[in-house]
């Protein structure tokens, strides 16, 4: 079994206090509730109001996460956010949350690896942590996906909420506890499956970029579904090998909240019980880069996840990238 060298000290998330539900959608949309449920599992998702930014969410998901750990912001050396719907182009949401939690004058920067994005966080932080060059690190994931959807579009707009999921790292202690595990990967090639086309250097915002929709999310969705079940199953083992662990030894899987269907066929799969996956995809959506922070938030608070036992994380997003990360909490 491998020895870890970081460890989770404490998690929290946000969720707007709005609540949509899929009848809402369905009054403009060509859908209806069931369909959203049959093909998706959602049932409802909370949206951000209006003037509400990425960074407010992220830095009361930091605080949760920071009361959690017994720390303040004073202890932190860096922070990372991972976010595809930063509050703007520059400076990065992460030296916002900085100046809202009111931390020290530490490093401070996103991470863009979309849905995957906060494995990619978490592995980073493992790297400075291991490394002995920073201490203590908050890594947020934090989206308000329904600002990048197309709200008029049936096949994304009934997809996606608004989130922010947090965790404090620091140093591995010898009682085993800590990420064992973590393997990132991304494929250019598949780029073209989930993306925003206009907005950065090759296409830059125009009036009509605007009016086609052009900085709006565009998704191949049946492509993408099959990458994701595809990836996620395979480098989920990966992460367990890597960790020394059999599936006997897994306690509990939280994928990334995207779709009930993936999650069905990753358990099948896996051959792993279905009620080990924590899921609260019903009640929020596909958060981006906060779904697995904010599931896992939720499954420590009501008891499910407990001390010592372990964790699967797996996420895919655009690029496409993705990643598993094995933490033993």
Known sequence: MSIPRTRILGTGRYLPEEVVGNEVLAQRLDTTD???????????RH?????????DMAAAASRAALEAAGLTPADLDMIIVATTSGD???????????????ADLIPSFDLAASFAGFL????????????????????????????????DDRATAPLFGDGAGAVVLGPAQSDGRGILSARIHADGALG???????GGSAEPLSAEALAANRHRLQMKGRELFQVSVKHLTSYSMQALK????????????????????????ISQRLGYPRHKFVEDLAETGN???ASIPIA????????????????????????VTWGAAMVRM
């Open 88 to 102: 703007s182009p520059m400076p990065a949401t992460a030296v916002n949350v900085q100046q809202k939690i009111g």
């Open 242 to 265: 890597a960790a020394g662990l059999t599936s006997a030894e897994l306690d509990w899987v939280i994928p990334h909240q995207a779709n009930r269907n993936i999650v069905n066929l």
């Open 34 to 44: 069931v369909w959203i449920q049959e093909h998706t599992g959602i049932e409802r």
């Open 296 to 319: 896992l938030d939720g499954a420590v608070r009501d008891g499910r996840v407990q001390r010592g036992q372990t964790v699967l994380m797996c996420a895919l997003g655009a690029g």
């Open 47 to 55: 949206v951000a109001a209006k003037g509400q930014v990425t960074s």
């Open 120 to 151: 990619y966080a978490l592995t980073v932080a493992d790297q400075f942590i291991s490394a002995g060059t920073y201490g203590t690190i908050l890594v947020v994931g934090a989206d308000m996906m329904t600002r990048l959807v197309n709200p």
């Open 192 to 198: 073209d499956l989930l993306k925003v086309p206009a």
């Open 287 to 289: 958060t981006g880069a």
